[in-house]
């Protein structure tokens, strides 16, 4: 895929918006970790090769081992993910595909085992914010080492 535009450069205000958006976030209780592993998860999903890129290299410089990021794609049959971990990213798996998954009863008590009420809407919307930059990232055509000059 080629470029197709600089997004920011596009539409400052645009970007500017998800930019207040991803701060919001940054700025809850969650855990950093669990707010990297659901970025990277959700590229996964959608098929983000840009993000998958960006979100792995931040994992990994963070210190996260390489077998975790290697295993997150099949994270339910491996132990390297506590079960804190594994309510976020089953969250953030039914909320990238909601119209085909829903959030189940079991998927909200699950997540609020380990999650008071407003860090399950910091969840959500952590989940959301990547998905926007996934989508934003694969219309404009942005794949990993693309160059943001045109």
Known sequence: MELRMIHN???????????????????SSLDEAIL??????????NGCSFHMNVNG???????????RI???????????FSKKEKAALELAEHLTKVSELGVPEHVYKQVR?????QQYIDLVM????SNCWNRLAIATGMTPGCSLEK
């Open 70 to 80: 290697l295993l997150l794609n099949v994270w339910r049959d491996v132990p390297n």
């Open 36 to 45: 990297d592993l659901i970025q990277l998860r959700v590229s996964q999903i």
């Open 57 to 67: 290299k931040a994992l990994y410089d963070k210190g996260d081992q390489f077998e």
């Open 126 to 129: 952590a989940i959301n914010v």
């Open 9 to 27: 450069e596009v539409n400052p205000a645009a970007y500017e918006a998800m930019k207040s958006l991803e701060s919001f976030v940054l700025q």
């Open 113 to 117: 085992e380990h999650f008071n009420e």
